[in-house]
């Protein structure tokens, strides 16, 4: 028997590395300014701690776009696996060549590009989506904010995330 509602735990759980964060900045405050030697000393680093987790948190939270979605993502071992009602297939993260985000899609997809495989296409809501993010920040050279940005913004085209190797030549811009 659970005392919270299940659309408060849903809830709770959408923001849990914020609520961590921000437990973990006020007992490292409490700490820092009402004790002296080790443990002020713990209580700063509570509070470093507490701030990097929180901008991580930010990042995830804003990552997270829902639940319910058709199909189901699995990440093990550096393989992205995408089991869906019509499509599905696997890419492995090491040899992933180009990450898009297709806009034309109902609802919008991550569409993740290996060379010798077809393309496999994710919806952004699809069960298991947040393992992605992991995998989304491992890739050399991505830029998590322009990636958080371009997820909220809408339009009728598909936008180029990521590319292992440019193939546009080196003095034009991706935007």
Known sequence: MSFIRPEARVAIWRWRELIVASLMLLVGLKWAFTSYGVTAATGWALVVVGLVIAVIGAQRLRFRLGAGGPGVVQVDE??????????????????????????????????????????????????????????????????????????????????????????????????
């Open 78 to 175: 550096g393989q992205i696996a995408y089991f869906g009602p019509l499509t599905g297939g696997a890419v492995a993260a090491s040899e992933l060549q180009c990450l898009r985000l297709d806009h034309t899609a109902k609802p919008p997809h991550w569409v993740l590009e290996q060379d010798g495989q077809p393309a496999l296409s994710i919806p952004i809501n699809a069960a298991g989506n947040e393992a992605l993010f992991d995998v989304f920040a491992a890739l050399p050279g991505l830029k998590t904010e322009r990636m958080l940005s371009e997820l909220r913004r809408q339009g009728p085209h598909q936008v180029v995330i990521w590319e292992r190797s440019p193939s546009r030549p080196p003095l034009h811009r991706l935007h």
